[in-house]
């Protein structure tokens, strides 16, 4: 079946670094791919999405590019803030037959001032 | 601005006994889902919900598993007799739109940690 496996944390990162979160993506159709983000005390909230290769979701200086040849959908920011210390989610779901939504394990990520 | 809201936000139960998750969507929304995490595992889905009967269901959501909507704004989700598998933080969310018409964007609430002793 559909499946996303992201890359393990926990991720540590010094304010003003360059962030990579990776993705990958196994799916007998053509899925959109989303990152959720889940800030302390909060719920899972959507990030960006994507819904066809090649395009790329943005969103607070987060991006992701759909790769259909690579099967990939990393997440990366240029400069991260303190305030960017979350646990994200890839996922992918088959939009337009139904609502379900296959997610990743989560990647903790910890920004240092 | 609207959230989704979950209660407990933590429950300890013994093996065997019955729990009930509670959860209040965000008003206008007309679709509900129950997803969950087991500690180190992916997020999984459930159910899904809509129009005061289950859309659909996964493997994991056998016959102890039930979901009701008892009245205009409570969505539960019931578990009969627990078992230490249970363990896991389950999630509410909710949507405008669902099936063919879903956007990709559920609000979720913040979870709730079941413990099976």
């Known amino acids: 079946g559909d499946s996303v496996t992201q890359m393990e944390g926990p991720v540590t990162l010094s304010e003003e670094a360059f962030l990579t979160i990776n993705c990958t993506y196994t799916?007998?159709?053509?899925?959109?791919l989303f990152w959720y983000v889940q800030y302390p005390g909060e719920g899972l909230q959507l990030l960006l999405k994507?819904?066809?290769?090649?395009d790329k979701g943005s969103n607070k200086g987060f991006e992701a590019t759909y790769r259909k040849e690579t099967t990939s959908f990393h997440l990366e920011k240029g400069s991260v803030q303190v305030s960017d210390s979350a646990v994200y989610f890839c996922?992918?779901?088959?939009?337009?037959?139904?609502?379900?939504?296959?997610f990743g394990k989560g990647t903790r990520l910890h920004i240092l001032p | 601005e609207p959230e989704v809201t979950q209660t407990p936000s933590h429950q300890v139960t013994q093996m065997g006994q019955e729990v009930i998750l509670r959860c209040v969507p965000i008003?206008?929304?007309?679709?509900f889902y129950w997803y969950r995490q087991i500690l180190g595992q992916k997020v999984e889905f459930l159910v899904s919900?809509?129009?005061?009967?289950?859309?659909?269901k996964s493997e994991i959501f056998d016959d102890q598993f039930s979901v009701e909507r008892p009245d205009g704004s409570n969505f539960t989700l019931k578990i009969r007799s627990t078992k230490l598998e249970d363990s896991a933080m389950y999630f509410c969310?909710?949507?405008?739109?669902?099936?063919?018409?879903?956007?990709?964007?559920?609000?979720f609430g913040e979870g709730s940690r079941l413990t099976v002793l």
């Open positions: 969310a909710s949507s405008l739109l669902g099936r063919e018409g879903f956007s990709g964007e559920l609000f």
């Open positions: 799916a007998t159709g053509y899925p959109s």
């Open positions: 994507a819904t066809k290769a090649d």
């Open positions: 996922a992918l779901s088959d939009l337009g037959r139904d609502d379900k939504i296959i």
């Open positions: 008003s206008n929304h007309l679709y």
């Open positions: 919900f809509y129009n005061n009967e289950i859309s659909e």
